[in-house]
């Protein structure tokens, strides 16, 4: 143990001397894991060490903005990611309210100038969203009309943008059911937003920023991003700036996208991906919530993280799309497995949560511990960001060796456990019966008490463990990786996020046994 700590300190000493062990300051969307704890284990899988600051939001409590703008300006890093809803509003949720005005917003903005005049050579990545169709669901209230904005905003732009005058009818009627002041904060929102939005594409030309993603959060081929979406795009065009600036749907996976880009580029290399489909062809395709086809969803993707798609790729993505033969699918992943192929499952069947069929296919026909990765947790742009980020950083961690190597390949099986235990398990088995417990006990799901936040805690522990007890003892407890063994027993760290049931945190923690000690543990 001791001498585990001494190469785990000798790490940190190198992470912050040498050349390779790099340091990424990110300013995430939000608080919640797939914004925090995946970029951060994405860089670890591949020798990089990300760092955020502490002053970020909590539920529906906005981040400290200046607190963020100053930890911003006083890091040292190699690269600097930042979120525009967590450095102008303070949260992905805060963006998508009015309470902050447009000129703070801009004043708020005027760090990204700062950053870049303390480091002009430095890489410096920003991303922000295109609002999406939806109110935010922060409680019983909202969640009543999540549902009918997203629908009005899809009908007001058919009705008064396409004409489509047949469907006035239906939106006036919509329109009554809607509180008036919920509208009007929505749109408030939305004007702000698009206006920050073509402020950062001037910043970008200026050269204020390196790269910019504008992700389209929940949306459809209709509705009233569509509009903003075409002036960003065009405004992109007329600058030049297509090969610095993206447009694609999609936010929670873009900090682990941008990560991604990073460790390209510093590491001088970009990653060859070819997309097989268990069911009907991506070109084919738009996921739910999306509004271009999901094959054009991944080649954005893939080029914002550094990558590019060919015929023979070193990472076979394997894209779970609706239909198809899952067990055909599966036992083709099993084959690449056995020549040493490195295999990504993204699972974007079904929305939040991972298919049951292929769930199970994959653990009777493969080895799931010789996955490259997996995701199938949320939306397709989200699911595809995290599933081609362990990709990635499985390509970067071909150039590690020894102690920082055996470090990486630890926060790989990590990571892997928890998606395969919080997308499955959680997502698809106990959340739903989760959220029915606490309603019988009088708690709104989307906002728990928080006085009573340690009882449904406990609760939720108790349930999780037989889960993942399962899980690992099934299919990796003991086994042979590399050159290495995974321990008979391992750890995990259960807990809310928020006070709300649509995310928790899922955090294995491993430590590899070299081969004797293996042996002898066996």
């Not at 991003?225 to 993206?246: F, M, P, Q, S, Y």
């Not at 027993?489 to 293996?518: C, K, M, N, T, Y």
Request: net charge negative; proline share 4%.
């Amino acid at each position: 143990m001791l001498k585990r700590m001494f190469w785990f300190c000798c790490l940190l000493f190198w992470c912050a001397h040498m050349a390779f062990s790099s340091t990424i300051a990110l300013v995430p969307l939000d608080s919640r894991p797939a914004n925090t704890y995946s970029p951060q284990m994405i860089g670890s899988m591949a020798g990089f060490k990300v760092i955020m600051p502490n002053s970020l939001d909590y539920f529906k409590r906005p981040g400290d903005c200046e607190a963020t703008a100053n930890w911003l300006l006083e890091t040292d890093a190699d690269c600097y990611i930042v979120s525009i809803s967590q450095l102008c509003y303070g949260s992905l949720i805060s963006s998508r309210i009015s309470d902050v005005s447009i000129d703070k917003a801009l004043e708020r903005l005027q760090t990204l100038r700062r950053l870049r005049e303390r480091n002009p050579q430095k890489p410096i990545y920003v991303f922000d969203t295109i609002q999406r169709l939806a109110i935010t669901t922060t409680d019983s209230y909202s969640a009543r009309y999540y549902s009918a904005v997203h629908n009005w905003a899809i009908l007001k732009d058919e009705v008064e943008n396409l004409g489509r005058l047949n469907k006035k009818e239906e939106l006036e009627a919509l329109e009554l059911q809607i509180p008036y002041e919920i509208i009007e904060d929505y749109l408030k929102a939305r004007e702000r937003n698009h206006t920050i939005n073509k402020v950062l594409i001037d910043m970008l030309h200026e050269g204020v920023i390196d790269y910019l993603v504008l992700a389209q959060d929940d949306a459809s081929l209709t509705g009233l991003h569509r509009a903003e979406r075409e002036v960003l795009r065009d405004k992109i065009i007329d600058l030049g700036l297509g090969n610095k600036a993206t447009i694609f749907p999609g936010a929670d996976e873009v900090g682990v996208t941008l990560v991604s880009r990073f460790i390209c580029s510093f590491l001088d290399m970009q990653p060859t991906l070819t997309v097989t489909y268990r069911g009907i062809d991506g070109n084919k395709w738009v996921a739910p919530l999306e509004d271009i086809t999901f094959a054009e969803n991944i080649r954005r993707h893939v080029e914002a993280a550094g990558g590019r798609l060919a015929p023979v790729g070193e990472i076979k993505f394997y894209v779970a799309t609706p239909g198809g033969d899952s067990e055909a699918f599966t036992n083709l992943i099993q084959e690449e497995l056995n020549t040493g192929k490195k295999v990504v499952v993204c699972d974007v069947a079904n929305i939040n949560r991972a298919e049951p069929e292929l769930f199970r296919a994959l653990l009777s026909n493969i080895e799931i511990k010789n996955l490259t990765g997996f995701a199938g947790w949320n939306t397709a742009g989200n699911t595809l960001g995290l599933a081609l980020g362990q990709g990635i950083a499985s390509i970067a961690r071909e150039k590690l060796s020894g102690e920082e190597k055996q470090l990486a390949e630890e926060a790989h099986f990590a990571y892997l456990l928890s998606r395969l235990a919080k997308d499955y398990y959680y997502k698809t088995l106990l959340r739903g019966s989760m959220e029915s417990w606490a309603s019988s006990r009088g708690y709104d799901p989307h906002n728990l008490p928080l006085d009573s936040l340690t009882q449904v805690e406990k609760y939720l522990q108790e349930r999780m463990q037989p889960y993942l007890n399962r899980l690992y003892v099934n299919y990796f407890s003991g086994q042979v990786v590399g050159n290495s063994y995974l321990p008979k027993e391992i750890s995990w760290q259960v807990h809310l996020v928020w006070p709300r049931f649509f995310e928790i945190a899922i955090e294995p923690e491993i430590q590899l046994a070299d081969p004797i000690l293996g042996l002898e543990n066996n």
